[in-house]
């Protein structure tokens, strides 16, 4: 199923002007705050009606301005999962999931609540009320009661933002089943690259009410001229196959006939996964370095080299892996000679390949 959106809209600290199609999957927004990110969910969910503009699910229209056509919010069938949940208090986990479907159309496509129940692992809250809940059952209580009104599209709004590390680690996972087993597109808002880099099938990156950037994860997060979320959020985006889990607590990625290590992952061997490699994380030799404690050590060429206002540049290495990017200072690469076409190594720490940038591959890349 494929989203469009088209949007024009005036407000006191940002104009909306944005225009994007996205196949079906995870749509993410990305960008800082204030970007308007918020806005343009509000405007898809019939909250905020724009100046301008159309949202169309798989050719379903929510509105359409031209046509003078728009759909209230209770029409529009959207699950909304919040930042907090927003379960009902005095109802149970069961009772929760059941509200969506009494508000479903009669004959809409619904989904196997058994199905949905195994998938999010809540199956023991059932008859739990939202007090004796984590923030993180919370969430996947609030994943399933919008899965089960048979909504159309889903919209998660920052969901994972007031959970901490912890709590992101143990939902994210239910998010990438969601991607991958559902067929309702999810449109999600978030600033946080490692979530982008692990959920996203497509990415808009937003700034100043603008669309600056749609594309893969791999690309978007790769181009340090549209950083929605600032330098920081650079980095690569690579595919990869856990080889081998070794006693002394590393797991191997196979990663283009290369090996990668990492902390140990709780993956299986075979799986393919896509990791994220932060920009900053990464240091470049013109030489092959020796007596280093890194383990990760990839040979490659320089494709291209960003220079950026200050004293920073981002260097693009193709490696049998993938395109790597290192975010070095302008006095380095002067120093190393660095220009295109030449060999070098790019060395990336094993502790830098955090587990939370570490998900489950993307089906439809």
């Given amino acids: ?41 509000n405007a898809v969910a019939g909250l905020l009606k724009p100046t301008s503009g159309r949202v169309a699910v798989d050719g379903w229209e929510l509105f359409d301005t031209e046509k003078h056509l728009w759909l209230p919010p209770h029409k529009r069938r959207l699950g909304y999962v919040f930042q907090e949940g927003r379960l009902f208090p005095h109802l149970t986990v069961r009772q929760n999931l059941s509200y969506g479907r009494w508000f479903a159309p009669k004959g809409a496509p619904r989904e196997n609540p058994d199905k949905v129940i195994e998938m999010l692992g809540i199956g023991h809250l059932l008859d739990r009320r939202p007090a004796g809940l984590s923030g993180g059952e919370k969430q996947r209580v609030a994943i399933g009661r919008a899965l089960l009104a048979s909504s159309r599209l889903i919209l998660a709004d920052e969901p994972l933002a007031a959970l901490d590390d912890a709590r992101k680690a143990e ?5 990438e089943r969601l991607r991958d087993e559902v067929s309702v597109p999810i449109l999600y808002v978030t600033h946080s690259a490692a979530e982008v880099a692990r959920l996203a099938t497509s990415v808009v990156a937003l700034q100043d009410g603008k669309a600056v950037r749609h594309g893969p994860a791999s690309e978007v997060l790769a181009d340090p001229s549209v950083a929605p979320a600032g330098i920081r959020a650079v980095g690569a985006v690579l595919q990869v196959r856990v080889a081998k889990h070794h006693s002394d607590g590393l797991t191997e990625l196979n990663a283009g006939g290369t090996s990668l290590f990492l902390p140990r992952i709780p ?16 240091i470049l030799s013109n030489k092959r370095p020796e007596g280093l404690s890194a383990l990760n050590m990839l040979e490659g060429t320089v494709d291209t080299i ?11 290495v193709k490696t049998p892996a993938g395109s790597v990017l290192a975010r070095i200072t302008r006095r380095s ?23 939370q940038n570490v998900g489950g591959r993307v089906i439809s890349e």
Avoid: W
Avoid at 171 to 175: A, D, E, G, S, V
Avoid at 267 to 282: F, K, T, Y
Avoid at 306 to 316: F, H, K, N, T, W
């Fill in 267 to 282: 993956h299986q061997i075979g799986d393919d996964l896509r990791i994220r490699i932060p920009a900053q994380e990464v």
């Fill in 1 to 41: 199923m494929s989203l469009s959106v088209r949007l024009r809209h005036d407000l006191p600290n940002i104009k909306l002007d944005l225009n994007f199609d996205a196949p079906s999957g995870v749509t993410v927004l990305f960008g800082r705050s204030g970007s308007g990110k918020t806005t343009v969910v």
């Fill in 333 to 355: 690469v002067d120093a190393l000679g660095l220009q295109p076409g030449q060999l070098c190594y790019a060395v990336i720490k094993t502790v830098a390949l955090a587990p």
């Fill in 306 to 316: 960003r220079a950026g206002e200050g004293p920073g540049a981002i260097v693009s």
């Fill in 171 to 175: 939902i994210l996972p239910y998010f």
